[in-house]
Nanobody, 121 residues
Framework: VQLQAFGGGLVQPGGSLTLSCAASGSISRINVMGWYRRAAGKQRELVADFTRGGMITYADPAKGRFTISRDNAKNTVTLQMNSLKLEDTAVYYC????????????????WGQGTLVTVSS
């Protein structure tokens, strides 16, 4: 499974950043695509995810500031992050659950390589 994430970087508090992730290959379907993050010294946590059927879940820290979107045809997921705070600093990971290839191969839970978001003045 290849999930390629990009868009991380350095941003000042109050700024915005957009993360994008694309799943490559001949994909039949992906049940859930989303974003997790892991801050230094903490466990990886859900930021937001988006089911194939259109259900969106935001973790509390993301509500009102982040927007997740998904393109089922392109197998991409995007996270628009606004009003960024120092505590948003973390490595952000793209995630795909229930990924099935046209070949029939199935992957229950897959991760991208992570992209670093640093919020600092």
């Amino acid at each position: 499974v290849q999930l390629q994430a990009f868009g991380g970087g350095l941003v000042q508090p109050g700024g915005s950043l957009t993360l994008s992730c694309a799943a490559s290959g001949s994909i039949s379907r992906i049940n859930v695509m989303g974003w997790y993050r892991r801050a230094a010294g903490k466990q990886r946590e859900l930021v937001a995810d988006f089911t194939r059927g259109g259900m969106i879940t935001y973790a509390d820290p993301a509500k009102g500031r982040f927007t997740i979107s998904r393109d089922n045809a392109k197998n991409t997921v995007t996270l628009q992050m606004n009003s960024l705070k120092l505590e948003d600093t973390a490595v952000y990971y793209c995630n795909a659950k229930g990924l099935k290839y046209v070949s029939g191969d199935y992957f229950a839970n897959s991760w991208g390589q992570g992209t670093l978001v640093t919020v600092s003045s």
